[in-house]
């Protein structure tokens, strides 16, 4: 019978290889910055060039196959 460590170890050989360890470790970051955001003081709007700017970097993250980047940047706008 297979021990805890040797399920645990297979299980995130699993997820890392269907690609999903990195995306929910990518949204739990997210998560966390999120929860810890201080809400009390809005943002100030982003101007148009900042708004480029950021989607020139999300771009850049998703062709460079940085897609659990991409996707903690497009959650923090």
């Known amino acids: 019978m297979a021990t805890v460590a040797e399920l645990k170890a297979v299980l995130k050989d699993t997820l890392e290889k ?3 360890l990195g995306h929910l ?7 966390v ?5 201080d809400e009390s003081e809005p943002r100030p709007p ?3 060039e900042n708004l ?10 998703e062709f460079n196959k940085y897609k659990y980047t991409a996707s903690v ?5």
């Open 18 to 20: 269907r690609g999903v």
């Open 25 to 31: 470790k990518a949204r739990i970051r997210a998560e």
């Open 33 to 37: 910055f999120n929860a810890l955001n």
């Open 46 to 48: 982003l101007s148009h």
């Open 52 to 61: 480029l700017i950021n989607e020139l970097i999300r771009e850049y993250l």
């Open 73 to 77: 940047l497009i959650s923090d706008e």
